[in-house]
């Protein structure tokens, strides 16, 4: 008999929140689905802009800095005793 009282006010517990839920909603239920789509796409593109936004930055400093790094090399004194060494090479070989 418990069980069967149980089993009675579970059933008319979901029946009555069913029926207050579907009393009490904001919106139908295609609108809700139509919103919660169309926030998590804003969401989505957002991320997106962000991610490139970052990609693009991050692009911008490495190709900075590759270019200083190849101005430093080129100006370098390493560089400038490299060539020294050369043309003592190229006088060598021409005497």
């Known amino acids: 008999m418990k069980s069967g009282k149980m089993l009675l006010g579970l059933i008319s517990g979901a029946a009555a929140g069913a029926a207050l839920g579907l009393l009490f909603a904001p919106k139908k239920g295609a609108d809700t689905r139509k919103a919660i789509s169309d926030s998590s796409n ?48 190229h006088n060598m070989k021409a005497s």
Do not use: M, P, R, Y
Request: aromatic share 4%; proline share 0%; hydrophobic share 30%.
């Open 42 to 89: 804003e969401a989505i593109e957002g991320t997106k802009g962000k991610f490139n936004e970052f990609s693009d930055s991050l692009s911008h400093k490495v190709d900075a800095l590759k270019n200083k790094t190849k101005a430093s090399l080129s100006n370098s004194k390493a560089d400038q005793k490299a060539h020294e060494a050369k043309a003592e090479i």
